[in-house]
């Protein structure tokens, strides 16, 4: 950078209202030093005077000191209002910095859900399968048999969890008495039905947690599991619904 440009760029970001006071001020200086040489011409006696002298100090300095303190306050307003603005922006990328903080967290959340509800939903699944067993297989009404509950337990093993829960959703249960007898007519019914609602009722809990447009829950009680966690609130005692 030459000296030209540097000179340039120093004196580039005063303020123009600077410039004004100090031409105003050299004009007035001068004017002054003129002033003072055409009476000292007129009459050398005056100049000599402390009163006089003191005198015209004070008218000439007056002005400045007013017209400096106008431009002060010119200045200072303009600082101001960078100062807001610089603050504004500052806020700006606060909020910006929370968001992605809040949307990151957010991403977060949900994947440890879907990581747990994986494991969960193995869980609801062997419930349901013990429950399905108890109503209808062969320690129950004996309509499946052991064969078929072998065959549902290979299915679920290679990670299909929603089986047992679709045969309760596409069986009729008339012969078992409906589906209160179906989820509530034993004593270990109940315990498995009960068993099945409180884990279900905590992974639910975990989806609402970590989406704030219900999207993620809304699913999860539209699949196999969430369907037949509703239809045990349905059928259940009073204390349950």
Known sequence: MTARHSIRHYFGDRDWRIWVGVVISIVWMVTGVWY???????????????????????GVF???????????????????????????HSVLQSEKQTLAIAATEMNARQETFF???????????????????????????GRISSEQVDELFTRA???DWSVFARQFLSVEF???????????????????????????ERLRRLASNCDVD???????LQTALGLLYQRMLEHGPEENK
Not at 36 to 58: C, K, M, N, W
Not at 214 to 220: F, V
Request: proline fraction near 4%.
């Open 36 to 58: 003072i040489h055409g009476i000292y011409e007129l009459d050398p006696a005056q100049t000599r005077s402390i009163d006089a002298v003191g005198s015209f100090l004070e």
């Open 115 to 141: 990581k747990i509800a994986e494991s969960v939903k193995q869980q609801l699944g062997g419930i349901s399968g013990m429950l399905l067993v108890s109503a209808i297989g062969p320690v129950g009404s």
């Open 174 to 200: 008339e012969e078992e008495g409906g589906v209160p007898g179906i989820l509530y007519g034993t004593e270990i019914r109940q315990r498995h039905t009960k068993n099945f609602m409180r884990t279900f």
């Open 214 to 220: 219900g999207i993620i829950e809304d699913t999860l």
């Open 157 to 159: 093993a290679q990670g």
């Open 62 to 88: 007056a002005p400045l000191a007013f017209l400096w303190l106008i431009l002060g306050l010119f200045i200072q307003q303009r600082e101001l209002a960078h100062n807001t603005e610089a603050i504004r």
